[in-house]
Protein backbone atom coordinates (compact mmCIF):
# COMPACT_ATOMS: atom_id res chain seq x y z
CA UNK A 1 0.00 0.00 0.00
CA UNK A 2 0.98 3.77 -0.64
CA UNK A 3 0.49 6.05 2.35
CA UNK A 4 1.42 9.46 1.20
CA UNK A 5 -0.55 11.55 -1.41
CA UNK A 6 2.80 12.35 -3.33
CA UNK A 7 0.35 15.25 -5.68
CA UNK A 8 -1.10 16.60 -2.69
CA UNK A 9 2.55 16.78 -0.90
CA UNK A 10 3.87 18.64 -4.44
CA UNK A 11 0.78 20.91 -4.10
CA UNK A 12 2.37 22.64 -1.04
CA UNK A 13 4.33 25.89 -1.54
CA UNK A 14 7.77 25.55 0.19
CA UNK A 15 8.09 29.25 0.10
CA UNK A 16 4.79 29.70 1.57
CA UNK A 17 5.50 27.40 4.69
CA UNK A 18 9.57 29.25 4.91
CA UNK A 19 7.74 32.72 5.57
CA UNK A 20 4.32 31.92 7.44
CA UNK A 21 3.65 33.87 10.62
CA UNK A 22 5.07 33.61 12.98
CA UNK A 23 7.28 30.87 12.45
CA UNK A 24 7.14 27.81 9.48
CA UNK A 25 4.19 26.20 9.52
CA UNK A 26 1.24 24.65 7.71
CA UNK A 27 -1.92 22.67 8.31
CA UNK A 28 -2.66 20.81 4.99
CA UNK A 29 -5.81 18.08 4.74
CA UNK A 30 -5.14 15.19 2.92
CA UNK A 31 -1.09 14.53 3.01
CA UNK A 32 -2.16 10.92 3.43
CA UNK A 33 -4.20 8.89 1.07
CA UNK A 34 -7.60 8.42 1.66
CA UNK A 35 -7.76 4.57 2.03
CA UNK A 36 -4.27 4.62 3.89
CA UNK A 37 -5.24 7.08 6.43
CA UNK A 38 -8.48 4.99 6.81
CA UNK A 39 -6.50 1.64 7.64
CA UNK A 40 -3.99 3.55 9.67
CA UNK A 41 -6.87 4.45 11.77
CA UNK A 42 -8.52 1.33 12.15
CA UNK A 43 -5.03 -0.48 13.12
CA UNK A 44 -3.51 2.22 15.54
CA UNK A 45 -1.72 1.08 18.38
CA UNK A 46 -3.74 -0.12 22.05
CA UNK A 47 -2.64 2.27 24.80
CA UNK A 48 -1.90 -1.23 26.82
CA UNK A 49 1.61 -0.99 25.17
CA UNK A 50 1.86 2.56 25.49
CA UNK A 51 4.48 4.07 28.25
CA UNK A 52 3.18 6.26 30.77
CA UNK A 53 4.41 9.72 30.87
CA UNK A 54 2.90 11.81 33.55
CA UNK A 55 3.58 14.19 35.97
CA UNK A 56 7.56 14.50 34.85
CA UNK A 57 9.04 17.89 35.74
CA UNK A 58 10.37 20.19 32.24
CA UNK A 59 13.09 22.70 32.15
CA UNK A 60 12.25 26.29 32.57
CA UNK A 61 9.55 26.00 34.91
CA UNK A 62 6.79 24.93 32.57
CA UNK A 63 3.98 22.04 33.38
CA UNK A 64 4.39 18.30 32.50
CA UNK A 65 3.57 17.33 29.47
CA UNK A 66 1.01 14.53 30.22
CA UNK A 67 0.08 11.23 27.60
CA UNK A 68 0.53 7.98 26.98
CA UNK A 69 3.66 7.57 24.87
CA UNK A 70 5.09 5.21 22.25
CA UNK A 71 8.41 5.29 20.31
CA UNK A 72 8.75 3.45 17.46
CA UNK A 73 10.65 0.42 17.27
CA UNK A 74 10.65 -2.46 14.59
CA UNK A 75 9.71 -5.20 17.03
CA UNK A 76 7.03 -3.47 18.61
CA UNK A 77 3.29 -5.51 18.21
CA UNK A 78 1.40 -3.63 15.93
CA UNK A 79 0.26 -3.93 12.41
CA UNK A 80 2.40 -4.34 8.91
CA UNK A 81 0.53 -1.61 8.16
CA UNK A 82 1.79 0.55 10.80
CA UNK A 83 5.17 -1.12 10.26
CA UNK A 84 5.16 -0.23 6.21
CA UNK A 85 3.94 2.82 6.78
CA UNK A 86 7.06 4.03 8.80
CA UNK A 87 9.53 2.13 6.26
CA UNK A 88 7.65 4.57 3.88
CA UNK A 89 8.43 7.62 6.19
CA UNK A 90 12.10 6.84 6.18
CA UNK A 91 11.91 6.26 2.30
CA UNK A 92 13.61 8.80 -0.40
CA UNK A 93 10.15 10.33 -1.41
CA UNK A 94 8.90 11.45 1.94
CA UNK A 95 12.63 12.49 2.83
CA UNK A 96 12.47 14.95 -0.38
CA UNK A 97 9.04 16.60 0.51
CA UNK A 98 10.61 17.41 4.05
CA UNK A 99 14.20 18.77 2.67
CA UNK A 100 11.89 21.19 0.41
CA UNK A 101 9.87 22.53 2.42
CA UNK A 102 12.62 22.77 5.47
CA UNK A 103 15.32 24.03 2.95
CA UNK A 104 18.14 21.44 4.02
CA UNK A 105 19.00 17.31 4.43
CA UNK A 106 20.66 17.57 7.30
CA UNK A 107 18.41 15.71 9.87
CA UNK A 108 17.34 12.34 11.03
CA UNK A 109 13.78 10.92 11.73
CA UNK A 110 12.35 9.32 14.31
CA UNK A 111 8.49 8.85 15.35
CA UNK A 112 6.46 7.81 18.13
CA UNK A 113 2.97 7.84 18.79
CA UNK A 114 0.85 9.89 21.57
CA UNK A 115 -2.51 9.33 23.56
CA UNK A 116 -3.79 12.09 26.07
CA UNK A 117 -6.60 11.62 28.08
CA UNK A 118 -8.94 13.89 30.14
CA UNK A 119 -7.51 16.70 31.87
CA UNK A 120 -4.10 16.51 30.18
CA UNK A 121 -2.28 19.78 28.17
CA UNK A 122 1.06 20.71 26.51
CA UNK A 123 1.81 23.54 28.47
CA UNK A 124 3.53 26.19 25.70
CA UNK A 125 7.22 25.55 24.89
CA UNK A 126 9.39 25.36 21.27
CA UNK A 127 11.10 22.15 21.43
CA UNK A 128 14.28 21.01 22.55
CA UNK A 129 17.46 22.67 20.70
CA UNK A 130 18.16 19.08 18.48
CA UNK A 131 14.66 19.41 16.95
CA UNK A 132 14.55 20.92 13.83
CA UNK A 133 11.29 20.79 13.47
CA UNK A 134 7.97 18.18 13.66
CA UNK A 135 5.14 16.42 11.49
CA UNK A 136 2.18 15.47 13.17
CA UNK A 137 -0.21 12.94 11.89
CA UNK A 138 -3.87 13.32 13.78
CA UNK A 139 -6.27 10.24 14.17
CA UNK A 140 -9.00 11.36 15.74
CA UNK A 141 -12.65 11.87 13.27
CA UNK A 142 -15.75 12.90 14.30
CA UNK A 143 -16.71 9.73 15.15
CA UNK A 144 -14.58 9.90 17.83
CA UNK A 145 -14.05 13.49 18.97
CA UNK A 146 -15.83 16.42 19.33
CA UNK A 147 -14.60 19.30 18.57
CA UNK A 148 -15.20 20.96 21.85
CA UNK A 149 -12.99 18.60 23.60
CA UNK A 150 -10.20 21.10 22.44
CA UNK A 151 -7.24 18.83 21.13
CA UNK A 152 -5.64 21.59 18.75
CA UNK A 153 -2.16 22.09 18.56
CA UNK A 154 -1.50 25.87 18.97
CA UNK A 155 0.54 27.79 16.94
CA UNK A 156 1.49 30.74 19.44
CA UNK A 157 3.00 34.39 18.92
CA UNK A 158 4.91 36.20 21.31
CA UNK A 159 5.86 39.10 18.43
CA UNK A 160 9.73 37.80 20.14
CA UNK A 161 8.84 38.78 23.59
CA UNK A 162 9.79 35.45 25.44
CA UNK A 163 13.16 33.71 25.92
CA UNK A 164 12.36 30.03 24.99
CA UNK A 165 14.06 29.35 28.45
CA UNK A 166 10.99 30.93 30.59
CA UNK A 167 7.04 29.14 30.94
CA UNK A 168 4.50 31.47 29.97
CA UNK A 169 0.51 30.57 29.96
CA UNK A 170 -1.43 30.65 26.53
CA UNK A 171 -2.88 34.14 27.77
CA UNK A 172 0.29 35.56 28.20
CA UNK A 173 0.53 35.21 23.96
CA UNK A 174 -0.54 37.95 21.57
CA UNK A 175 -2.19 35.78 18.70
CA UNK A 176 -2.89 31.84 18.40
CA UNK A 177 -3.99 29.88 15.75
CA UNK A 178 -5.74 26.45 16.54
CA UNK A 179 -4.57 23.87 14.05
CA UNK A 180 -7.37 22.05 12.13
CA UNK A 181 -6.41 18.21 13.84
CA UNK A 182 -10.04 16.04 13.04
CA UNK A 183 -9.74 13.80 10.02
CA UNK A 184 -6.49 13.59 7.67
CA UNK A 185 -4.97 16.73 8.85
CA UNK A 186 -1.38 16.87 9.87
CA UNK A 187 1.25 19.88 11.24
CA UNK A 188 4.31 20.55 9.62
CA UNK A 189 6.32 23.08 11.62
CA UNK A 190 10.06 24.18 11.87
CA UNK A 191 11.40 24.37 15.54
CA UNK A 192 13.36 28.02 16.59
CA UNK A 193 13.87 30.06 19.17
CA UNK A 194 10.30 31.68 18.84
CA UNK A 195 8.13 28.55 17.68
CA UNK A 196 5.90 28.84 20.73
CA UNK A 197 3.07 25.92 20.55
CA UNK A 198 0.87 23.44 23.32
CA UNK A 199 -2.25 21.95 23.31
CA UNK A 200 -5.15 23.09 25.89
CA UNK A 201 -6.03 20.78 28.50
CA UNK A 202 -8.37 18.31 26.89
CA UNK A 203 -11.99 18.43 28.17
CA UNK A 204 -12.74 15.12 26.27
CA UNK A 205 -14.99 12.69 28.49
CA UNK A 206 -13.57 9.62 30.65
CA UNK A 207 -12.38 6.80 27.82
CA UNK A 208 -11.35 8.74 25.02
CA UNK A 209 -8.25 9.63 23.87
CA UNK A 210 -6.72 12.45 21.28
CA UNK A 211 -4.27 10.09 18.67
CA UNK A 212 -1.25 11.59 17.50
CA UNK A 213 1.75 10.31 15.11
CA UNK A 214 4.41 12.19 15.83
CA UNK A 215 6.76 12.36 12.94
CA UNK A 216 10.25 14.19 15.03
CA UNK A 217 12.69 15.61 12.51
CA UNK A 218 16.28 15.71 14.18
CA UNK A 219 19.26 18.15 13.27
CA UNK A 220 21.67 15.93 11.97
CA UNK A 221 24.87 15.44 13.84
CA UNK A 222 28.35 15.33 12.56
CA UNK A 223 28.65 11.66 12.09
CA UNK A 224 25.42 10.78 10.75
CA UNK A 225 26.26 13.27 8.01
CA UNK A 226 29.58 11.89 7.12
CA UNK A 227 28.20 8.31 7.24
CA UNK A 228 25.60 9.46 4.60
CA UNK A 229 27.91 10.95 2.54
CA UNK A 230 29.99 7.75 2.70
CA UNK A 231 27.26 5.93 1.76
CA UNK A 232 26.19 8.27 -1.24
Request: aromatic fraction near 14%; charge should be negative.
Amino acid sequence: MKFFDDDRMAELDESAFQNAHPYPWVNPAGVLRQEAYETLRAELPPVEIFETSFGKPRRHGQAPHDRYKLPYSPDLPISQAWHDFVAEVHGPEYRTFLARMIGNDNFEISCQWHYTPQGCSVSPHCDAAWKLGSHLLYFNTADDWDPSWGGETVILDDNGRFSHKSAPAFADFDRAYGAESLGNRSLLFIRNQNSWHGVREIACPEGYLRKVFLIVIKRQGMIERFKRLIAA
